[in-house]
């Protein structure tokens, strides 16, 4: 059975094409993404990685190059992109910016609402959504503009997890939250891909806030992906990242400065669980 939910051939897609402001924002892009993968597309500010994922559900349309959703060519002009969004789910940067209903409840089942569900399935998806990202139940009747931050967050990811998307995309989830908020939104983002098992598509600029949860890391660069692999391949890579304008996570450095003064360590450790397992294993030796 084919396991690719999702390919890129050969996409490229200009801004004001044909004009003096053209600008290239995706160069030729071929990806292929596998179902149930946990994916981090990471990039400076302008480097082509929001523009990359919002090819993916339909919202942008390449200027050159093909989208395959299942083996459907997205682009075949039969090809039904409403139904396209709902089974790619976005959840954009700031998402509470899109709550609009009286209560966080009414707000969940408004996904279900319009793909045309009955009431009661609305309201089962609504609150297993609700549930999942653990919102406390007395928010649900609440207005979603009495809540936090985070769980303003955690109602906006449940509305787009309401309609069953069998891939998620999240365009910088956690910014502008504090640490704290932001350690709970990627962990809760972790906990569902694990129970699950959908492909999660993770948009970041922070190497910090990928190394700890994804298995795969995109690097975008001038509308290309520069890197593909798992983390530890690709923080082994941290000189060029910098020269990118990113940064490797902390783990890395200090592993790296260790074996540098002559300390025996693997210096492919990405988080600090795995860091603390070989400085261990080093001193055990």
């Not at 004001?16 to 993404?33: G, N, W």
């Not at 020269?243 to 990405?270: C, E, I, R």
């Amino acid at each position: 059975m084919n396991d690719n939910i999702l390919i890129m051939d050969h996409v490229s897609y200009k801004y004001s094409p044909d004009t003096a402001y053209e600008v290239k924002a995706l160069d030729d892009v071929s990806l292929t993404i596998k179902k149930g993968e946990f994916i981090g597309i990471i990039g400076h500010t302008g480097s082509g990685k929001s523009t990359l994922v919002q090819h993916l559900n339909g919202l942008m349309r390449a200027t050159e190059g093909h989208i395959y959703f299942n083996g459907q060519d997205i682009y075949d002009k039969d090809y039904d992109i409403r139904s396209l969004r709902t089974q790619v789910g976005m959840v954009f940067q700031y998402p509470e910016h899109q709550l609009f209903e009286t209560t966080v409840f009414k707000d969940v089942q408004f996904g279900p609402k319009n793909q045309g569900l009955d009431e009661k399935e609305q309201i089962k998806r609504a609150y297993e959504a609700l549930t999942l990202v653990k919102l406390p139940d007395e928010f649900y009747l609440a207005s979603p503009f009495e809540l936090s931050g985070g769980q303003k967050r955690r109602a906006a990811i449940a509305g787009v997890i309401a309609m069953k998307p069998s891939v998620l995309i999240l365009d910088e989830p956690t910014a502008g939250l504090d640490p704290r908020g932001r350690d709970e939104i990627l962990g809760l983002i972790s906990d569902m891909h694990e129970k699950r098992g959908d492909t999660v598509i993770l948009v970041s600029h922070s190497m910090e806030d990928v190394a700890n949860y994804v298995d795969r890391i995109i690097v975008m660069d001038n509308g290309r992906p520069a890197y593909d692999g798992a983390p530890k391949d690709v923080f082994s890579h941290y000189k060029e990242l910098e020269k990118m304008g990113l940064a490797a996570p902390q783990v890395t450095y200090v592993m790296n400065d260790l074996k540098a003064q002559g300390f025996d360590v693997d210096t492919s450790a990405t988080t600090v669980e795995e860091a603390k397992e070989e400085i261990l294993k080093m001193l055990g030796r």
